[in-house]
Structures are given as structure tokens and as C-alpha cells.
């Protein structure tokens, strides 16, 4: 019967093991009101701004795997008509309406993980952005804030090189529209994502 137990419970360690307990399995949904993500920009090499996505959405469905949304429309610069220039020029929206951050973690682990304690797990997540979609291998803080809500950071910063994704030629055009000597190639990225069950 032990046996037949460990064997059980070593089936269920993605998605079910997020929550610490044996309750049902079910898909763990983003609370978007209590999550963020957003990258940085550094222009002529020492001034850096923070943008931010109003609407993100997305789940962690009963297998492990993360799916996140961005709706690239919802940028926010705090400017309007960089605002603009970013979904027109570098996202085109039109063609490309939505960004996904995604990934699979095994949270096996941290089942006993206690209420208010954080840990940190070993990661691939995926970034998927105007056809282009890059793997990371990064380090992610996972905190348990009640019975059937957890957050997850990244642990250290998310570096995104645009020529990666195809995007240098967009950010020279940024650049020459803005009268601005340089933007830099590379964005950090941070993101907190609280889920629900």
C-alpha cells in the first residue's frame, strides 16, 4: 500500500505539487489584478525606463505548464505616442496581437512548502514575440502566499536581446524617430505572476 501511495503521488508533481496539497487537480488561474510584467529600456546609455503590459491573462494547467498572454496592444510607457510607436513599429499588432511566456516547472519538491516561505526552482521558460520564440533557462522564486495562491518571480533579472527576436532593425527606427543617439539591444525583464485555484 506504501508503495501503491508513492507511486500516486509521483504521477501528480506539476500543477498539483504548485498548490502543497492532495486536492483535486484543476488549472491554476492568473490573477492579473495581483501579477505584472514588464521590461526596461536604457537610452543614450544612461536613462532607463520601465514599461509595463496592462492586460496580461493565463493559467498553469493540471500538467505543469505555464501559459501566459500579453496583450502587446496594452503596452505602457507613459507616453502616448511612444505608446503607439511601440505597437506599430516594433510589435505591429496588427499582424501580431499577443506575446506568450511559457514554460514547465516541477514543483514536486516544495509540496510541504509552508504558508509565507519562498523557494527557488531551476526553470525553462519560453518567450514568444512577433513569430519569434526564444527558450531561458532561468531561476524562478516560488512563494506559497496562502492554501491555494502562489506567486512566482523570476530569482535575478531576465536579459532579452532584440536581435533575437528579429527586432533591431524596429528599435533603429524607434531610435531615429525619437532623435535619440542610441537604445540599447538588450531589455531587462521581471514579471510576478500571482496564480489562484
Same mark, same amino acid.
Given at each position: 500500500?506504501?508503495?501503491?501511495?508513492?507511486?500516486?503521488? #509521483?504521477?501528480?508533481?506539476?500543477?498539483? #505539487?504548485?498548490?502543497?496539497?492532495? !486536492?483535486?487537480?484543476?488549472?491554476?488561474?492568473?490573477? #492579473?489584478?495581483?501579477s505584472n510584467l514588464s521590461y526596461g529600456s536604457i537610452k543614450n546609455g544612461f536613462i532607463g525606463e520601465s514599461n509595463t503590459f496592462k492586460k496580461i491573462s493565463g493559467n498553469i494547467d493540471d500538467n505543469g505548464h505555464i501559459n501566459i498572454?500579453?496583450?502587446? +496592444?496594452?503596452?505602457?510607457?507613459?507616453? /502616448?505616442?511612444?505608446?503607439?510607436?511601440?505597437?506599430?513599429?516594433?510589435?505591429?499588432?496588427?499582424?501580431?496581437?499577443?506575446?506568450?511566456?511559457? $514554460?514547465?516547472?516541477?514543483? /514536486?519538491?516544495?509540496?510541504? @512548502?509552508?504558508? $509565507?516561505?519562498?523557494?527557488?526552482?531551476?526553470?525553462?521558460?519560453?518567450?514568444?514575440?512577433? $513569430? @519569434?520564440?526564444?527558450?531561458?533557462?532561468?531561476?524562478? !522564486?516560488?512563494?506559497?502566499?496562502? /492554501?491555494?495562491?502562489?506567486?512566482?518571480?523570476?530569482? =535575478?533579472?531576465?536579459?532579452?536581446?532584440?536581435?533575437?527576436?528579429?527586432? +533591431?532593425?524596429?528599435? /533603429?527606427?524607434?531610435?531615429?524617430?525619437? =532623435?535619440?543617439?542610441?537604445?540599447?539591444?538588450?531589455?531587462?525583464? #521581471?514579471?510576478?505572476?500571482?496564480?489562484?485555484?
Open positions: 500500500m506504501k508503495n501503491f501511495r508513492n507511486i500516486v503521488r #509521483s504521477t501528480f508533481v506539476l500543477a498539483a #505539487s504548485i498548490m502543497f496539497t492532495n !486536492t483535486a487537480l484543476a488549472d491554476w488561474v492568473l490573477d #492579473s489584478n495581483n498572454d500579453i496583450d502587446l +496592444a496594452s503596452v505602457d510607457t507613459k507616453l /502616448e505616442l511612444r505608446d503607439q510607436r511601440m505597437r506599430d513599429i516594433v510589435f505591429k499588432v496588427a499582424e501580431n496581437a499577443t506575446a506568450k511566456l511559457t $514554460g514547465d516547472m516541477n514543483l /514536486e519538491a516544495h509540496h510541504d @512548502q509552508a504558508i $509565507g516561505t519562498s523557494k527557488v526552482i531551476e526553470a525553462t521558460i519560453g518567450i514568444e514575440l512577433v $513569430g @519569434q520564440k526564444i527558450d531561458y533557462d532561468v531561476m524562478l !522564486t516560488v512563494t506559497r502566499l496562502a /492554501e491555494n495562491k502562489v506567486m512566482i518571480t523570476p530569482h =535575478g533579472v531576465i536579459f532579452l536581446d532584440v536581435e533575437d527576436f528579429e527586432l +533591431a532593425g524596429a528599435i /533603429e527606427k524607434l531610435r531615429e524617430l525619437a =532623435g535619440l543617439d542610441t537604445i540599447a539591444t538588450v531589455a531587462p525583464m #521581471s514579471f510576478y505572476l500571482t496564480f489562484e485555484k
